[in-house]
C-alpha cells in the first residue's frame, strides 16, 4: 500500500519503476538459485505427484517466494503492471470489483482455506496452490497498490481517514475469520502488519511529505541501500544463524540477525565502488 501511495503521489514511470525491482529480483534470484532448486526439488518433493515438483520451481521464480523475501519483489512489480492494466482498460467500477475479488482469493488461501477443504473444491485448490498463491503474488498486491493510490489522491485529513477507515474493515475481518482459522489472536500477523503498520506507516509518509524537514542526500540514500539489504538479508541470515548457534526463535536470535544485517549491509555499500556488480543487490 505504501508502495502504490508513493508512486502514484508523482509522475512516476512504470518503466524505470519495474525495471528497477527487476534488476533486483534476477540479482538475488541468481544468488540465491541453489537454496532455490533445493526447496523445490528435495524440501518440498512429492514422491506420489513429482509433477508439483516442477511447478513449485517456476512458481517460485515467478509468484510466492523462491529465495525468502522475494515474493514482496515479485508482487509489487508484477502487481503494478498488472494494476496500471487494469486502470488503462476497465471502469473505476471494474476495478473496484476486482480489487475485491483479489483480496477475497487471498483470504481464502489463509484464514479460510478450512471452508474449502474436505468438498469438492479442496483438490482443485490444493492443486492451485502448487502454481501460484493468491497471498502471496500480485493478486494481493493489486488491491493494495490500488488502496494506495486512493490514498494518494486524497489530501490531507481525507487520507487518514481512508486509512483508518480500511484498518476497522481489516480488524472486523481479521476477529471474524478466528471462526475458521486455527490462528489465534496472537499469532495472527494481519494483526500487527494490518492494523499498526497499514495506518504508521501511509499517515508518516504523508506527514513527511507535509513538514519542511529536509534530510541531508547522503543519509537518505544510505537508508533507502541499508534497508533493502537488511530486509533481503535478514531472513536468511536468521536460518544461518539458527544453524550455527543454535538459539531458539525469539529475542535473543532475532536482534543478532539485525546486528549482523546492519553489519553486512555496510560492508556490501562500502564494497561497492571497488566491486561495481554488488550493487545490483541493492
Known sequence: MTSGYLYFSRDASLKKYVKRLLTLDIAWTI???PFILYKCFIINYSDTNPIF???DFFKALLWGESYMGSWFIHASW???IALNWILQYCSKFTVHI????CFILALVDTSYQSLILGTGLGTAWHFMNK???PSESFILAIPYLYAGKVIAERKGKASICYVLFFSFILFFEAIFSRRFSNIGMMFNPRFEQFLSLLPFTVSFVWWLKEVS???PKWISILMRQQSILIFLLHQPLIMLTYKCTGLSMGGILYALV????IILATLIIHAS???KIIKYLY
Request: proline share 4%; aromatic share 20%; net charge negative.
Open 213 to 215: 524537514w529536509q534530510v
Open 131 to 133: 502454481i501460484i498463491y
Open 273 to 275: 565502488p571497488k566491486y
Open 31 to 33: 544468488l540465491e538459485f
Open 258 to 261: 539485525v546486528i549482523e544485517s
Open 78 to 80: 508484477m502487481g503494478m
Open 98 to 101: 476486482l480489487c475485491v475479488l
Open 53 to 55: 515438483s516442477v511447478f
